[in-house]
């Protein structure tokens, strides 16, 4: 089974600033895939980003991207130029590419300060 | 307009009492899911479906129960059996493995 540990339950921002949040997991897979999500206050889930593990080059997404190191297994999302609509809790999460469900971290909240 | 409905968005729940929340998706996906979030806990898989009529158990799916007669509708029974049944239940789909999840908007399910 995989795991994902968000080591920051709370992380604060000033707007146009960058802010890292961290993400962690563990697998024994060589093949997986990698997520970020956003949960806003209204609670719907939304996709940020995806990387496939195969993949060396980091996820990009407009403000969004992210530090993948596989061999220390760290998946990271980094947002510049932060704006008061990311304040959200941000998940980060897995899946093997033999499995169907994710597996979620339990979140970072972040604040986003003008 | 594609996408997944969750109905209702609030539901109360008594003693003794099993409640079903409704999942549908016109998005043709194949997977289906539901995951329990709680306050500091993240999402937890409670079960999913690859296919239709078929199902597998998640990490916490002691009290719940499931049903994939449709390929569009993955419900989920909330028994008696599950004793703290407060949480915001999510349902999601996908095309299928290793393919990001679509959510939909979410049950918020208390006990009166």
């Known amino acids: 089974a995989q795991t994902v540990t968000q080591s920051q339950p709370e992380m604060s921002v000033q707007e146009a600033e960058t802010v890292t949040l961290s993400c962690t997991y563990d697998?024994?897979?060589?093949?997986?895939?990698l997520f970020w999500y956003k949960q806003p206050p209204s609670r719907q889930m939304i996709l940020v980003i995806r990387?496939?593990?195969?993949?060396?080059q980091n996820a990009t997404e407009n403000r969004f991207s992210v530090n993948f190191q596989k061999a220390a297994k760290s998946f990271s999302l980094k947002i510049s130029d932060s704006q008061l609509g990311d304040a959200a809790m941000y998940f980060c999460?897995?899946?093997?590419?033999?499995?169907?469900?994710?597996?979620f971290g339990k979140g970072t909240s972040l604040l986003v300060t003008p | 307009d594609g996408g997944i409905t969750q109905s209702p968005k609030y539901l109360f729940r008594k003693e003794g009492q099993n409640v079903t929340l409704s999942c549908e998706q016109n998005?043709?996906?194949?997977?289906m899911y539901w995951y329990r979030q709680d306050p500091g806990q993240g999402l937890r898989l409670i079960y999913y479906?690859?296919?239709?009529?078929d199902f597998q158990k998640g990490d916490i799916a002691e009290g719940y129960s499931v049903s994939r007669e449709k390929k569009e509708s993955f419900p989920l029974t909330v028994t008696s059996a599950q004793k703290n049944p407060t949480a915001f239940y999510l349902c999601?789909?996908?095309w299928g493995r290793g393919e990001k999840l679509f959510f939909g908007s979410g049950t918020q399910l208390s006990v009166l």
């Open positions: 999460a897995s899946v093997s590419n033999s499995g169907y469900a994710l597996n």
């Open positions: 999601a789909s996908s």
């Open positions: 479906s690859q296919i239709v009529n």
């Open positions: 998005l043709n996906h194949d997977a």
């Open positions: 990387q496939e593990a195969y993949k060396q």
């Open positions: 697998t024994s897979e060589s093949d997986y895939y």
